[in-house]
């Protein structure tokens, strides 16, 4: 079964650097190995979530204030459907840029048409 927001998120305490705090509920207890991809998405959004806490079904995120309540909603559900999908972010949580492998020799100087 996947992983999905239930209830409303919810602003628990607004920052004076113009980030907040929202708490929300899952519906059932995510692994870590889950937690992890959800971190990561979160980070590399345009939200930039800072600090990510799960307790059980309980989770908190620190992040950028949404413009309104539709973007926070729709950038929750976002992390946690790409957790749930374990797609691979394109920072990590502690901002750090991940290593990508040089392409092979034989593609490198070559120019490539549109397919």
Same mark, same amino acid.
């Given at each position: ?34 937690? *992890? ?5 979160? !980070?590399?959004? +345009?939200?930039? &979530?800072?600090?990510?806490? =799960?307790? @059980? ?31 691979? *972010? ?5 901002? !750090?840029?991940? +290593?990508?492998? &040089?392409?092979?020799?034989? =593609?490198? @100087? ?6």
């Amino acid at each position: 079964m996947l992983i999905q927001r239930i209830g409303v998120p919810s602003f628990d305490e607004r920052r004076s650097d113009n980030r907040v705090v929202v708490r929300f509920r899952v519906n059932r207890q995510p692994d870590q190995a889950w937690i *992890s991809s959800f971190k990561a998405h979160a !980070a590399s959004s +345009a939200l930039g &979530a800072t600090t990510a806490v =799960f307790n @059980g079904n309980d989770a908190a995120v620190e992040l950028a204030r949404p413009k309104s309540a539709a973007e926070l909603s729709t950038a929750l559900d976002c992390f946690i459907e790409c957790a749930n999908l374990g797609l691979r *972010s394109w920072g990590t949580f502690e901002g !750090a840029p991940r +290593a990508m492998p &040089a392409p092979p020799r034989s =593609f490198r @100087g070559k120019v490539r048409d549109r397919v």
